[in-house]
């Protein structure tokens, strides 16, 4: 039955343009092509990438991270608390209010205590600022080494200049070293990501993540077997062109340089949406779809490649999305907006704030005695009278 599936998923007529078979990618001493069973090779090099990260963000990134000033804030701990953790650990992480008010009568507490535990509790889940720097150190260096690879490997490759070269030929294009190990470079790389996503920093965006490393790794993978390896280099360096700028403006975010990281996100968005929505759709995309059709008729590989293309451009739209909605409100307020694709940290001071806006909304003003909130108090006593007005929606002190 192996046997079968074997040679029913290896037909010619599923990879190979019609005409073609698998005798005429019969290799000799001189041509070598792409075979299926390389790809194999990616899985003990992603492993090997994951222990040089590893090794990386430990003896390189973090002691960087010190000497360039990036400090983790100090997070109030969760007391602990068998019913809240088991509640925490096996139902969900924000209880409704319902749950809030059984969880306060289980354990004899203000349900504002109760909040209190769960938000110090999801803090405690975030990933530190260090992480989050160590992580974006290590993306960036592999960034940064894998696009330059893909110039050095491509430049004077004719299909770099000329796209229709990416068919002169095809399938019996040979397979140069240099092509298979940019190939395992970044397919090695996508399998770990793969690996690591369950301790990697999780944003908003966490399921389109794991989309485009499946379409990426599938289309990688497709790439070689069907012999797309032109186009598939192109995809690649397309790609690592725009990731250049996004490490470094997250590192420049976490030091707290503002003035670079904005200058740097304002590059990246320009990169990011001319690379993806310009470029890509031409270069890749009409490559693929119309001057292949000058070569050979359609194909099963033609239109699974063509779908997994596709798959990438949707994601670039949506990404493209959040980035125009960032660049309009830096333009219109002049300040980088928080990315919002990570996920912002919760404080008891924000809480606060946010339950005297409601009851200011309702009519009422609530007065604090903590004198950081702009309140005078005599002797650390009672606070002196003062009276409120509202004037465009907000209370304000005379």
């Known amino acids: 039955m192996a046997r079968s599936l074997y040679e029913w998923l290896w037909q010619h007529e599923f990879w190979l343009p019609p005409g073609i078979t698998w005798e005429d990618m019969q290799e000799s001493e001189d041509t070598r092509y792409p075979r ?16 040089i990260r590893c090794a990386f963000e430990r003896a390189i990134a973090l002691p960087l991270s ?41 354990c004899d507490l203000p349900v ?24 974006a150190c290590w993306r960036f260096t592999f960034y940064i080494i894998s696009f330059f ?9 004719p299909w770099l200049w000329d796209h229709r070269e990416c068919w002169t030929g095809y399938p019996q294009q040979p397979l140069q070293p240099s092509l298979f190990w940019y190939y395992m470079l970044e397919l090695s790389f ?6 690591t996503l369950p301790f990697d920093v999780k944003r908003k965006d966490f399921k389109e993540q794991i989309v485009h490393h499946a379409a990426t790794i599938f289309l990688i993978s497709f790439s070689y077997c069907a012999n797309y390896i032109r186009i598939g280099t192109l995809v690649m360096v397309i790609h690592d062109a725009s990731d250049c700028f996004l490490e470094p403006t997250k590192i420049f975010n976490y030091m707290k340089w503002k003035r ?5 996100f304002m590059i990246f968005s320009a990169v990011f949406l001319i690379s993806r929505l310009v470029i890509y759709p031409y270069t890749v995309l009409y490559n693929t779809y119309y001057y292949s059709m000058e070569i050979f008729q359609p194909f099963f590989g033609y239109y699974f490649v063509n779908v997994l293309l596709m798959i990438l451009q949707l994601l670039h739209v949506f990404w493209s999305c959040l980035i125009i909605h960032m660049v309009y409100k830096f333009i219109l307020q002049g300040t980088m907006e928080k990315d919002m694709r990570s996920d912002t940290e919760e404080s008891d001071k924000d809480e606060e704030r946010d339950k005297i806006r409601e009851k200011e909304k309702n009519g009422i003003t609530c007065f604090s005695n903590v004198t950081s909130n702009g309140y005078i108090q005599r002797n650390g006593s009672e606070p002196l009278d003062s009276r409120a007005h509202r004037a465009n929606g907000h209370a304000k002190e005379r």
């Open 149 to 157: 690879t893909g110039l050095s490997v491509l430049y004077d490759k």
């Open 66 to 106: 010190t000497k360039l000033g990036v400090r983790d804030k100090q997070r109030p701990k969760a007391q602990p608390n068998p019913v809240l953790e088991t509640f925490y650990s096996t139902h969900r992480k924000n209880p409704k209010e319902g749950e809030l008010l059984s969880l306060a009568k289980q």
């Open 260 to 264: 670079t990281c904005d200058s740097l």
């Open 36 to 51: 299926p069973r390389d790809l194999l090779l990616s899985i003990p090099f992603a492993l090997i990438l994951v222990v």
């Open 190 to 195: 996508y399998w770990s990501l793969v690996f």
């Open 112 to 135: 504002r205590k109760v909040e209190k535990w769960f938000r110090h509790r999801r803090n405690m889940d975030r990933p530190s600022l260090s992480k989050k720097f160590s992580e």
